[in-house]
């Protein structure tokens, strides 16, 4: 049985950082692409940074230079490290693996973890 499980979130004020982490278990997700995706109260959920197998990277502008997405294959693990929050980047932060289609659409993804809300204050 696959399952994703986040964890670090937390409520920071702006300016902060937080670290993200999600485990994987029940198979092992090294040759597949992963992604964070965070979803806000009353708005859908987007796309926030993926990482391919090989260990490639691509981020959403809102994001980019500011959080850093990694895997541990080995451990079976991705994290997504974040600085210099921001009010707007409150949400719930999920974990997902990707079956097929394209990276930045959720649709594209069939296993998700339960979430983890992070909440930035101004």
């Known amino acids: 049985q696959v399952q994703l499980v986040e964890s670090g979130g937390a409520m920071v004020q702006a300016g902060g950082s937080l670290r993200l982490s999600c485990a994987a278990s029940?198979?092992?997700?090294?040759?597949?692409?992963m992604a964070w995706f965070r979803q806000a109260q009353g708005k859908e959920r987007e796309f926030v940074a993926g990482?391919?197998?090989?260990?490639?990277?691509f981020y959403a502008d809102s994001v980019k230079g500011r959080f850093t997405i990694s895997r541990d294959n080995a451990k079976n693990t991705m994290s997504l490290r974040m600085n210099n929050l921001k009010p707007e980047d409150t949400a719930v932060y999920y974990c997902?693996?990707?079956?097929?289609?394209?990276?930045?659409?959720?649709?594209?993804?069939?296993?998700w973890g339960q979430g983890t809300q992070v909440t930035v204050s101004s």
């Open positions: 997902a693996v990707h079956a097929n289609g394209g990276y930045l659409k959720s649709d594209s993804y069939n296993y």
């Open positions: 029940g198979r092992t997700f090294s040759r597949y692409t």
């Open positions: 990482i391919i197998g090989s260990g490639s990277t």
